[in-house]
């Protein structure tokens, strides 16, 4: 299959790396992905002592199956780069790099990782959340081999662009689209942008719905309580299963056949919709597999 990463990453749960209570709850949530952070929601003050109760919090495990990655402060800060070489030695599965900009600071990110020692599957995902950012993003996709995913950033863009948050997000479509073709170009992931009214649950469940048919993996969140929903979302539906079950056997008997080609309940079936039928397949399994 083409540039497919079947890990489930429907939702990925932003939490404060000062918060111990948080993190320890954030091994029972049903998230398929947690973000500590060490950026926007620790104090100034803190961040030095978040540093060690992340890592404390990742020595003592019990995370699962779940994705962990954690969210550094940005190079123009005092902490931003002893962040990155402090989370190169935590058992985690990403650095979090926000305001990404340049392919210059993601390669700027991977030595300091290299020369902590990190380990080579210790991934790299780029906050997209500047205009600038979403300008390059090309470039910052290709950068490296550790680039594993883009975390839209649409809180901190929406203020640079100085648009509005929309039902629609009509301001946000040319940026999340251009970052979408980016991340599919390069073959890594991509992550949409938090939702900010935690009393609007209509409203949430709509944008996750426009993620997803925009070609989102999954959504990044500010609270448990919308974990479900996002998982529901994202997530491949019964019907949608069965669906690529359906024309991966039909295909599969033409091919015995000598056909390239099959028609399935009225539709033209060709190779290009197998292969994403076994997309989908694949994040059906491993979702399953996590048991959430």
């Given at each position: 299959m083409?540039?497919?990463?079947?890990?489930?990453?429907?939702?990925?749960?932003?939490?404060?790396?000062?918060?111990?209570?948080?993190?320890?709850?954030?091994?029972?949530?049903?998230?398929?992905?947690?973000?500590?952070?060490?950026?926007?929601?620790?104090?100034?003050?803190?961040?030095?002592?978040?540093?060690a109760?992340?890592?404390?919090?990742?020595?003592?495990?019990?995370?699962?199956?779940?994705?962990?990655?954690?969210?550094?402060?940005?190079?123009?800060?005092?902490?931003?780069?002893?962040?990155?070489?402090?989370?190169?030695?935590?058992?985690?599965?990403?650095?979090?790099?926000?305001?990404?900009?340049?392919?210059?600071?993601?390669?700027?990110?991977?030595?300091?990782?290299?020369?902590?020692?990190?380990?080579?599957?210790m991934?790299?995902?780029?906050?997209?959340e500047?205009?600038?950012?979403?300008?390059?993003?090309?470039?910052?996709?290709?950068?490296?081999?550790?680039?594993?995913?883009?975390?839209?950033?649409?809180?901190?863009?929406?203020?640079?662009?100085?648009?509005?948050?929309?039902?629609?997000?009509?301001?946000?479509?040319?940026?999340?689209?251009?970052?979408?073709?980016?991340?599919?170009a390069?073959?890594?992931?991509?992550?949409?942008?938090?939702h900010?009214?935690?009393?609007?649950?209509?409203?949430?469940?709509?944008?996750?719905?426009?993620g997803l048919?925009?070609?989102m993996?999954?959504?990044?969140?500010?609270?448990?309580?919308?974990?479900?929903?996002?998982?529901?979302?994202?997530?491949?539906?019964?019907?949608?299963?069965?669906?690529?079950?359906?024309?991966?056997?039909?295909?599969?008997?033409?091919?015995?056949?000598?056909?390239?080609?099959?028609?399935?309940?009225?539709?033209?079936?060709?190779?290009?919709?197998?292969?994403?039928?076994?997309?989908?397949?694949?994040?059906?399994?491993?979702?399953?597999a996590?048991?959430?």
């Open positions: 083409t540039n497919f990463d079947a890990r489930p990453r429907r939702s990925v749960l932003y939490m404060p790396g000062s918060n111990t209570r948080a993190m320890q709850k954030g091994r029972e949530l049903p998230a398929d992905g947690l973000i500590l952070d060490l950026e926007d929601s620790v104090a100034p003050e803190a961040k030095v002592e978040a540093r109760l992340i890592k404390a919090a990742l020595d003592e495990g019990g995370y699962g199956s779940r994705e962990i990655g954690v969210r550094t402060n940005g190079f123009d800060t005092e902490w931003g780069k002893d962040d990155v070489a402090a989370v190169a030695g935590m058992k985690c599965h990403a650095v979090v790099l926000p305001k990404v900009e340049t392919a210059k600071m993601v390669l700027e990110a991977v030595e300091i990782l290299e020369k902590a020692g990190a380990p080579e599957d991934k790299i995902w780029c906050m997209m500047t205009p600038l950012g979403i300008l390059n993003a090309r470039e910052i996709a290709f950068a490296h081999p550790r680039v594993g995913c883009f975390v839209m950033g649409t809180s901190d863009l929406q203020k640079d662009l100085r648009c509005r948050h929309t039902p629609d997000r009509l301001p946000f479509l040319y940026a999340l689209q251009h970052c979408i073709m980016a991340a599919r390069a073959g890594i992931a991509i992550l949409d942008g938090v900010l009214d935690l009393s609007d649950e209509e409203g949430f469940r709509k944008s996750c719905v426009q048919e925009l070609g993996d999954g959504k990044t969140l500010i609270h448990p309580k919308t974990i479900d929903a996002a998982n529901e979302v994202f997530a491949p539906a019964e019907s949608e299963v069965a669906w690529a079950r359906k024309i991966i056997d039909a295909h599969a008997e033409a091919a015995k056949a000598g056909k390239g080609l099959v028609v399935v309940d009225g539709k033209l079936i060709e190779n290009l919709h197998v292969e994403d039928a076994k997309r989908v397949l694949a994040l059906s399994d491993a979702i399953n996590r048991g959430t």
